[in-house]
């Protein structure tokens, strides 16, 4: 291998570590207020649900897939919530996620069973499910006032927002379920050589509706954690260009969308450099459009940079 190849290759692989550290000393030397504890709060609980949904979607795109319907399964446990938070917070929650199982499973039925390609079978999702959401909300914002519920987006555990805790704990069981389990070789394998994971005798549909309903809870996870941190369900918002902000994610972070590979920590650097990127806009006085756009790029730039990394 040359010099040439070899950097290229250190590149691919640590590009977005790279990019972090880049971003993390520009906000330091011309970003006032950065390095601030408040800051990094801010930072860190608006990235969670980004990351939940990200963790999900690195097992979908390693399997060569994609979901698409991400935002709207977060809309539809956003909007489930206070229909059910009279019985309490804890039923209310375990209905969202039940929901979120549901409508990922689905996906994964229409994949695995059916045929039908990922990106078309999930578009369906995306474009019913926040229908759905805004009809059980009967198109209206609602405001939440249970204080149980609410202490998930706005308390603290161990010094930590109990959303990022939730998030970092979900990171490390997505890592352990792709590192150290037999499903996680097995989704591997199928992202790799669909066909020749079938004739080795491995349980390919199985796999594809568990890799696809648990990137359903992941999202219904992060609905739910949204709404506490908003105090309301906002069905018309919440998880909007969410399945962007992940796969963007996703794909700087290494994990390639030609699939066979999860790389979830790479994921997690992928949320925190997007993250960066959005903040560090926003505190220079840019539009929300900019970082979009620049969102983009930045999709274009990773897969340019990752379409040898195989």
Known sequence: MTLTATRTRWLQDNGVYVAVVALLLFNVLFTSNFLTMGNFRTQLIQAAPVLIVALGMALVIGTEG????????????????????????????????????????FNGFLVARVGIQPIVATLALLVAGRGLALVIANGQLVQLHDPAFLALGTDDFLGLPISVLVAGVLAILVAGLVNRTTFGRQLVAVGGNRRAAHLAGLPVSRVLIGVY??????????????TSRLAASDPADIG??????????????????????????????????????????????????????????IIVAAVYVARERR
Request: neutral net charge.
């Open 66 to 105: 994609v979901d698409l319907s991400v935002g709207a399964v977060m809309a539809l446990a956003a909007a489930l919530i206070p229909l059910y938070l009279g019985y309490g917070p804890l039923p209310a929650i375990l209905i969202a996620l039940a929901v979120g199982l549901a409508a990922g499973g």
């Open 213 to 226: 309903a648990i990137t359903g809870v992941l999202a219904a996870v992060a609905g739910v954690l949204a």
């Open 240 to 297: 909007l260009l969410m399945e962007l902000s992940a796969i963007t994610a996703v794909v700087v972070g290494g994990t390639p969308l030609t699939g066979g590979k999860v790389r979830v920590l790479g994921t997690v650097m992928g949320v925190v450099l997007m993250q960066l990127v959005r903040a560090t806009l926003i505190k220079h006085n840019l539009p929300d459009s900019i970082a979009q756009m620049i969102q983009a790029a």
